[in-house]
């Protein structure tokens, strides 16, 4: 096998990767800890969340041994037109980092940069509030813009898909987020759809995801006057399908399938900032072919009321 | 010697008044829908924005809102409602508790 065959068994076999990337770290609008869906924002407020996110997935079933390391540090801001209506944007941070093995040499390929920018407007259609819980049922809907890079290059040329901080591709995505809030507990889901279109001969598959999370104050365990401060123990889960990505217009058989992630988490709650950590752990990954299995995904984030 | 005399005067009057303020009418507002801290930041803020208003305490186990004015100036049901809902929340119960004149339920 010649060297240029060689790079073009990689490329096409990292493309595959393409679709775990936007399972895993591509649809940060929807991120399993709090949903960036069903941040509270007021009217005429500004809320931010900055998260940290390290993805890794090394299980390769097929003989390249790939091995990617996706970290993003990922800004979210919502704002609140109305009571009803908010809306908010998402900008990651890149840095991908993709090694495999062929004819025995180790490669490494990586790239960093902003990623693409997804906006979303949120409408809540439902509300009803008692003392002491309040319910919500709100449909979204947004598009991911291709605003990052898509076009990095290094020494063996232009990167794989995979490993682009940017996809090239304008992608509409929505859903519904439902919250069902009380004083000693939070039940957050949501139903999401991205359709992912077309760029530089490349269609990732597209993601329809169900998310649920369950927040339960540990801490304080009995209430007294004022607004203390909450710890939460946070246990989510994330079901995630893809659909097959082409390349050039064809099916590529070793991409897409279904996750299920179980991710425990902890939150500390204050009047004025949220931090809080989890890690996403796989307990299902039924995947075609040789798609790339995630090992985990780790999450740190904080957020501010303004 | 005599501007900095003048100049801490100046400086203790203008710390005396919020003391003075602090001096108007209260009200609870009994809020619905308040379940967390995060939360009542933004109905703190929203009624804080109100002209008049010196302090704003809540409770969250209660979901009461205490909302004190500043002398001689009344908080309508009307405008704390309307701040609530900015907020994201509902008014459920308003009412005045010291001071200036009776509550006249709407």
Not at chain 1, 4 to 18: A, K
Not at chain 1, 34 to 56: D, G
Request: with cysteine; hydrophobic share 40%; proline share 5%.
């Amino acid at each position: 096998m010649s060297p240029n065959s060689h790079r073009h068994c990689h490329n096409r076999e990292i493309l595959c990767l393409v679709g775990s990337m936007v399972l895993g770290t591509g649809n940060t609008w929807s991120a399993p800890i709090t949903f960036n869906t069903a941040l509270p924002v007021a009217q005429n407020e500004f809320l931010a969340r900055e998260q940290f996110i390290v993805n890794r997935a090394s299980d390769d079933p097929s003989p390249l041994n790939r091995d990617r390391t996706a970290k993003a540090a990922v800004s979210v801001l919502g704002y609140g037109v109305n009571s009803k209506l908010a809306l908010f944007g998402v900008l990651p941070y890149r840095d991908n980092e993709l090694k495999v093995k062929i004819a025995g040499r180790h490669i490494s390929r990586s790239a960093s940069g902003f990623g693409d920018l997804t906006v979303f407007g949120r409408y809540t259609l439902v509300q009803q509030d008692r003392p002491g819980r309040n319910f919500r049922i709100a449909p979204f809907a947004g598009i991911k813009a291709p605003t990052g890079d898509d076009n990095k290059r290094d020494a063996m040329g232009k990167l794989p898909p995979a490993a682009q901080v940017g996809s090239g591709s304008w992608d509409p995505l929505f859903g519904v987020v439902g919250t069902y809030q009380t004083l000693d507990y939070q039940i957050d889901s949501q139903i999401s759809y991205q359709v992912n279109t077309e760029a530089n001969n490349f269609e990732a598959g597209d993601v329809v995801r169900l998310d649920g999370s369950l927040q339960y104050r540990s801490w304080p365990k009995t209430l007294g006057g004022g607004v203390p401060a909450f710890v939460y123990g946070v246990m989510e889960a994330s079901l995630v399908y893809q659909q097959k990505n082409r390349i050039s217009g064809r099916s590529d058989d070793d991409s897409g399938g279904t996750r299920l992630f179980v991710t425990p988490g902890i939150q500390y709650v204050t009047r004025r900032w949220i931090s809080e950590a989890a890690v996403q752990v796989p307990v299902v990954q039924n995947l075609n072919g040789d798609a790339l299995e995630n090992d985990y995904i780790a999450r740190v984030s904080v957020r501010f009321n303004f | 010697m005599k501007i900095i005399r003048h100049s801490l005067a100046a400086l203790m009057l203008l710390l005396l008044i919020p003391v003075a303020q602090a001096a108007g009418s209260s009200y609870a507002l009994q809020v619905d829908g308040l379940a967390c801290p995060f939360c009542a930041y933004g109905i703190e803020k929203k009624l804080s924005s109100i002209d008049g208003v010196v302090d704003t305490q809540v409770n969250i186990k209660t979901g009461e809102v205490i909302v004190t004015m500043g002398e001689g100036i009344p908080l309508t049901e009307d405008l704390a409602r309307k701040k609530v809902k900015e907020a994201g929340f509902t008014l459920r119960g308003f009412s005045q508790r010291s001071g200036g004149d009776a509550h006249v339920p709407e």
